[in-house]
């Protein structure tokens, strides 16, 4: 692990071939929410940047970050998307219950994205304190939001690209 503090929501502009009604769903964790609306407010910022329409980007609150993976699977079954962002934050604390919630979600996202064939991001914050989330969520260290936007972009294009050459 790096001890350097880096902006890691850094990315080169780039092209992408999707159309502007490429529709995204943001489920969104309501517990922490000084860092949970930062992180939904870099998502919608980002796919807004790269010429995606504001009619086509959808987001929902989840009680909290265990709730991510089913909203997620709400969006999925019911809502007509293409990808789904799932946006959260997990602190540390002196119990275990941190461990069990963040295995917990991430499992059942990597589920999600196999189940469905869609891509569905892991955009879960899971830090040591409050500061760590600050720095993820805005701060020196970028906003995992932005970074979660742009996963979601490039995993479309990807699908795009693999079907296309299935049909070549």
Same mark, same amino acid.
């Given at each position: 692990m *790096?001890?350097?503090?880096?902006? @890691?929501s850094?990315?080169?502009?780039?092209s992408? *071939? @999707?159309s502007?009604?490429?529709?995204?769903g943001?489920i969104?964790?309501?517990?922490?929410p000084?860092?949970t609306?930062s +992180?939904c407010?870099?998502?919608?910022d980002?796919l807004l940047d !790269?010429?995606?329409?504001?009619? =086509?980007i959808i987001t929902?609150?989840?009680?909290?970050s265990f709730e991510l993976?089913l909203?997620?699977q709400?969006l +999925?079954?019911?809502?007509?998307v293409? $990808?789904?962002?799932c946006?959260g934050?997990v &602190?540390q /604390?002196e %119990?275990?219950h941190?461990?069990f919630i963040c295995? $917990?979600? =991430?499992? !059942?996202?990597?589920r999600l994205?196999?189940?469905y064939?869609?891509?569905v #991001?892991f955009?879960l @914050? %899971?830090?040591d304190n409050?500061? !760590?989330?600050?720095a993820?969520?805005?701060g020196i260290n /970028?906003?995992k939001?932005?970074?979660?936007? &742009?996963?979601? #972009?490039?995993?479309l294009q990807?699908?795009?690209?693999?079907? $296309?050459? !299935?049909?070549?």
């Amino acid at each position: 692990m *790096s001890s350097k503090k880096k902006n @890691l929501s850094e990315f080169n502009s780039f092209s992408h *071939s @999707l159309s502007s009604d490429t529709r995204f769903g943001i489920i969104v964790a309501e517990w922490n929410p000084e860092i949970t609306d930062s +992180l939904c407010k870099g998502a919608v910022d980002t796919l807004l940047d !790269q010429g995606f329409k504001e009619t =086509s980007i959808i987001t929902y609150k989840v009680p909290g970050s265990f709730e991510l993976p089913l909203g997620a699977q709400y969006l +999925l079954e019911n809502a007509e998307v293409d $990808a789904v962002i799932c946006l959260g934050c997990v &602190i540390q /604390g002196e %119990t275990r219950h941190f461990e069990f919630i963040c295995q $917990a979600v =991430s499992q !059942q996202i990597s589920r999600l994205n196999l189940d469905y064939n869609m891509p569905v #991001i892991f955009g879960l @914050l %899971t830090t040591d304190n409050f500061d !760590q989330a600050k720095a993820r969520a805005g701060g020196i260290n /970028g906003n995992k939001g932005v970074e979660a936007a &742009i996963a979601a #972009i490039k995993m479309l294009q990807l699908r795009d690209s693999v079907f $296309a050459a !299935q049909e070549s």
